[in-house]
């Protein structure tokens, strides 16, 4: 009997263990502390604080926004063609501080069509590597003297 009685108790204890213990989250337990948000909305609390975007680029890539990098919002218009050059070819836009970019490929008519892109403010498209990199890791007058490679 004391040997039942034992065994009830150590039952009765692993199943009180197993009720009080944290549960995971979505399971009835409490989320773990610290690693969400606050329930608090800030939409329309007052908070909102305005942000100048050349002051937050300064802070955020070395240099000056606008003298050592372009800060283009969108593609500008330039005097690139792709008239003489490969099909498939990704070419630097010196025109725009190399913040553009354009891919020449085969149109209906045989031609070439332009595609153009902008590299993110800060970095410049790298003629050696075909890549946006970052503005002091390419000297964009070299661009053209590479568009043979």
């Known amino acids: ?74 593609v500008p218009e330039t005097s690139f063609v792709c008239d003489g050059q490969i099909e498939g070819g990704y070419y630097a836009d010196p025109e725009a501080e190399c913040q553009a970019f354009h891919i020449c490929s085969a149109d209906a008519s045989g031609g070439l069509a332009k595609y153009s892109f902008l590299c993110p403010n800060g970095t410049l498209f790298n003629q050696e590597y075909f890549i946006c990199d970052w503005w002091f890791n390419f000297d964009c007058a070299q661009a053209e003297e590479l568009y043979s490679r």
């Not at 108790?9 to 979505?26: C, E, F, N, Q, T």
């Not at 948000?37 to 939409?43: D, F, G, K, L």
């Open 1 to 74: 009997m004391k040997s039942f009685q034992s065994i009830s108790l150590i039952i009765a204890s692993v199943l009180l263990s197993l009720s009080v213990a944290d549960k995971p989250p979505g399971f009835g337990g409490s989320p773990p502390l610290g690693q969400y948000a606050s329930s608090q909305s800030s939409y329309g609390s007052g908070f909102e604080q305005e942000v100048d975007p050349l002051a937050a680029l300064a802070d955020a890539i070395p240099g000056v926004p606008g003298e050592d990098y372009p800060i283009y919002s969108e």
